[in-house]
């Protein structure tokens, strides 16, 4: 029952990227491009779609904390570190940096696969490569204070 409803969750978040434009680079590439407001070739319309995206997801997260547990699940896994270290600051510039540079983000670029695009498929070449990448840096001796990113977050 669980893998159903984690399928049409994805499912409903990939038709909600595809309806909003997030998996064209191009719309995305241009609501980033924001030297353009002067000329009126930023779109705005992301921005929107952002929004309505924290909306939800605040209100959801408030509902699902008040349970007791999960539906699936025995226990929440919650992060309990509330630091900031290099890996809370890079990961996100790393991230911004490949958004801003190819205009996807792994969301968007996973459901972008389904209709054949080429620049999709590099870009989620690039990705797993990346993931790979970070975790055997995460594994090397001189970063063992770092959590590696498979570690299950305490409660």
Not at 10 to 25: A, H, R
Request: hydrophobic residues 60%; proline residues 6%; positive net charge.
């Amino acid at each position: 029952m669980a893998i159903l409803v984690q399928f049409v969750i994805g499912l409903i978040f990939g038709l909600g990227l595809i309806v909003s434009g997030m998996s064209d680079p191009a719309k995305v590439l241009n609501f980033l491009d924001v030297g353009g407001i002067p000329a009126g070739t930023w779109d705005a319309s992301l921005a929107f779609v952002m929004a309505g995206a924290v909306a939800v997801t605040f209100i959801g997260f408030n509902r699902v904390l008040r349970r007791a547990r999960p539906f699936f699940a025995e226990r929440f896994f919650l992060p309990t570190r509330n630091d900031i270290d290099l890996r809370i600051v890079a990961g996100p510039a790393i991230f911004g940096i490949g958004w801003g540079l190819a205009g996807f983000c792994p969301g968007p670029a996973l459901t972008a696969l389904g209709f054949g695009s080429s620049l999709a498929f590099i870009f989620v070449a690039a990705m797993c490569a990346g993931m790979v990448l970070a975790r055997f840096v995460a594994h090397l001796p001189s970063l063992t204070r770092f959590v590696a990113p498979a570690d299950p977050l305490e409660t």
